[in-house]
Each structure stands twice: as structure tokens, then as C-alpha cells.
């Protein structure tokens, strides 16, 4: 298992000078704490100097083991599951610049937010066919990348569908891409499973990334998850993949990064 | 202490016999089931017919610990913090109904969701101050009927203030009212306490009544909080007033209810 955290690339702000220089140091943060990569949170890549983005990456030395796309939702209401099609086929596109940005990465691409959230008045199996339509037109896509989607479920107050990893299992399912794996968060899970634990051996065949957060979404050991079980839990499942930090920058930006990785070093790997 | 559970007055339909029917079906069962009380959620008593209610909890030999408003937020947006005084002058009054209402039964009254949202715009500390007008108003005025209130932290999603138990004793210290409590909900411990136990602990002065769900809202033993531990802490406390079952009607109201004293009935109370 590897260790990432997210930065976020403000992409409106990214060929200012100013902000290139700011993502640089976040980056070059990144690796003197000794995390193995960084998730990078993005907008829009149209908006980005990628070549920018991939020489910083590679001067620190780091990998980027996922690309996550909610700003699209939550800045510009882009979502898989609109009622306007437009709107659909306009989340779609944004989700293969995504695939293609990520593919200089070999990074997988995160469905969360932009997924969306099935609508008042919308029919439920409609709403959710529609989100279907569009990860099985994205998930073709990425195959020519030779890239993976995963599939995040997120807690009842931020998507009304996907709340749990077994609904993120079954929507998986029914997809039927071979590039779509599951995401597992540890501070949505604890609200919506039952068991953090039980659960992650039950997806252990689906899931392709984790986001670890505490249970107040502040840095691991904040809160009361027991992080030292989850990573038992996950190596149980033979997991190789990133652990990936994605929490609120709080008490600020730089303690938080310093905190999860003090936090995750106590841990045995 | 004792068990309660919430039943809802739809109150807006409280007059036609059909729902004074199934509201006395569910305070029967209620007390069938061996709770010693109904926490009551109304949304508006000047809809109920007081002494049917009264009597009907009478029949049953179960006492009101509390009263939930929040239902005058939900449904009609009635708040202390919304920036139209006129709203927040409606909001007290309903709260005073609430009060007349509550001192029938020797039952607190919820401040939760009622508190509302400080919006968009405007100014945090003037927002808490509308809040904090409203709750002297109220304080003041359940004073003369002998009635508690008792403030409730709610997680963020729900309200953008007062999400944790020092939070609420923070403010509780602000209103400057004897006769405010606060209410510690697990479901919402479960998201925002560091340590569920620790907070107990720290909020002991001030715990007037408590909310059981668990972490995925629903009864007590279908999530992972640990209910024994809870309950050891409480006794450690020495808080002697109510567990009160807040939770979701899954899979279904009968079930839930039934699930709950199942497992409170596990634990040496």
C-alpha cells in the first residue's frame, strides 16, 4: 500500500504564475512529508498547463494515483444523472478530458459528486439509467487509455443514490465495464455501513482505490476510526493500492498533510 | 434512566379520526413494546386536539420526556437565525405554542433544527445573535410554565452552527438561561465528537436529554456505535432523564421500534 493526499488545482487560477507556484509547493510539501503521491482535484483540464502539472509531479518525484472530479458538479452542476441531457452529454465530455489528462498519470479517474443526484420528480430507475448511460460511454472511452474509473460511494447528504459500498457494487454490476472499480471512503462509510470492516472484505474484489478521512473529515487520528483496523482490514484483502488522504484542511493546509502522514507512519503497512 | 422513542404527530391531519386512530395504534405500541415514554415531534400544536393526545399518552401510562419541532423548519422554514425578523418572531411564537404544548407533560422542548442556517451572506456572529435573542425569548417565557428547553448539536449538514456538544455548551453559556439544556444526539456524535465517550464526559453538567440512533440513523444495533459504552458513560455521568430512539423507519416503523428495546433490553441500564 502507498500513501497520497489530495491537492486541489484551483484549474480557473492555474496559468496565473502566482498559482502555478503555489500548486508547486504544495506538491513539493507533498513529497517532503513522504507521501508516495498526490491526488490532484481538478475542474477542468482544458484549463490546465498539463505538461506544467506533469514536470512538478515528476521533479518531486511523486505518483498521482487518482484524478477527482466533484468541482465539475459543484461549481458548474455537471452531473450523470441531470434530467437535461444536455447537460449529461456536457459531464460526459468533461470526464474524457479527465480520462485523457489522467492517462499521462496512469491515474485513475474518480466518479463521485458528478455523478449527481437523482432529482425531485425524477424516476428513480430513469435517473439512475441515465448515470449508467453515461459511465458505460465513459468507461469505453477510458479503455482506449488504458485507463480506470472508479466509482465512489458518498453519504445521504451528498448524493442520494451509491451510499454504500454494496450499492456502489451493484451499480458496478450493472455498468458491466471491466475499467470500473469501486472507491471506498472511510468517513463516508461511517456513516453509511453497517460495519467499516465487514464491509471492505465484502468488496475486496471491487475495490481500486481508498480515501482515508477521520470520522470529523479532519486527518486520521482527529476523529475515532480505528485506522490501525481499517489497514489490518485491507491488507487481509491482499489491497496494493494508494490510501489517499482526503480531508478538510483543518486546523490549516500544511498540519493537516503533517498530521495523516505522523498519524499513518505509527501504523504497521 | 428510562426508553423512549419518537412518534410524529402529522399534526396537520391530527383532527381527522383516521390519524388520532393511528396516532393512538403507535402509542400503544409503543408502550406494548415496554418503553416508559413518547417523545413527541410536532409541528404545530395549535392543529392538535390537546386532550385527545393527553389522553391517549395517559391510557398508556407513558410520560413525554420531550417535544421535537423541527418539523416548523422543514416544512414551513420557520428559524432563529433567518435574516427576517418576521420569520424569527413566527419561529419564537411556535416555539411558545411548543412550550404550552410541552407543559402538559413535564416534556423539554427541542431546540434542533428550528435553530436554523446562518445563510449566505450574512454576517456569522449577527446571525448568532438573532439565534441567541430567540433562545432568551423562549427561555424566558418557558420559565413561567416551568418548561426546560434543551439545545441540540446537529452535524453539518443538517445546520452550519452548533454540530458539536462543546459547540452547544458554548452557546448555552451565551443565552445565559437556567432553563437550557442540551441534547446529545449518537447519530450525530457519531460524525462530529472526537470521541463520543470523552464528549459525554466533558458535557456532563449540561446533559438534560439524549438522542439514541445509530451511525447509520437506524435503531440501536444496526450500525457500529457501541450502545454499552454509551450507556456505562452516561450511568458514569450520572444522567438520570431519557434515551430517546430518533431514528429512521427502516426497514419499517414497527420493526424499528421493536429492534430498539431488543437491544436497549440487551444492556444493564
Request: charge should be neutral; charged fraction near 25%.
Amino acid at each position: 500500500m502507498k500513501k497520497s493526499i489530495v491537492v486541489s488545482i484551483s484549474s480557473t487560477k492555474f496559468s496565473a504564475l502566482a498559482f502555478k507556484e503555489d500548486f508547486e509547493k504544495s506538491i513539493k510539501k507533498v513529497a517532503d512529508l513522504g507521501f508516495d503521491g498526490a491526488e490532484l482535484a481538478v475542474r477542468n483540464p482544458k484549463d490546465l498547463k498539463v505538461n506544467d502539472v506533469i514536470n512538478i509531479i515528476k521533479e518531486n518525484n511523486l505518483e498521482v494515483p487518482a484524478i477527482g472530479t466533484g468541482q465539475a458538479y459543484g461549481e458548474e452542476g455537471l452531473s450523470f444523472s441531470d434530467p437535461d441531457e444536455v447537460i449529461r452529454k456536457m459531464a460526459v465530455k468533461r470526464i474524457k478530458d479527465q480520462i485523457v489528462f489522467a492517462s499521462h498519470f496512469n491515474a485513475q479517474v474518480i466518479i463521485g459528486l458528478i455523478r449527481g443526484n437523482i432529482e425531485e420528480g425524477v424516476n428513480r430507475t430513469e435517473g439512475e439509467e441515465w448515470a449508467i448511460n453515461c459511465l458505460r460511454k465513459s468507461t469505453e472511452f477510458a479503455k482506449s487509455y488504458n485507463v480506470r474509473l472508479t466509482l465512489e460511494p458518498v453519504n445521504r447528504y451528498e448524493s442520494n443514490f451509491i451510499n454504500t459500498l454494496s450499492e456502489g457494487i451493484e451499480f458496478i454490476k450493472r455498468v458491466g465495464a471491466t475499467n470500473l472499480g469501486l472507491l471506498a471512503d472511510t468517513f463516508h462509510m461511517n456513516i453509511e455501513e453497517v460495519s467499516i470492516y465487514d464491509s471492505i472484505i465484502q468488496a475486496k474484489n471491487f475495490i481500486t482505490h481508498v480515501h482515508f478521512a477521520d470520522s470529523n473529515r479532519w486527518a486520521p487520528g482527529c476523529g475515532h476510526i480505528d485506522f490501525k483496523k481499517v489497514i489490518e482490514t485491507l491488507k487481509k484483502i491482499n489491497y496494493q493500492g494508494y490510501v489517499s488522504a482526503e480531508i478538510l484542511p483543518l486546523p490549516d493546509p500544511n498540519s493537516c498533510a503533517r498530521l495523516t502522514i505522523e498519524h499513518l507512519n505509527k501504523i504497521k503497512f
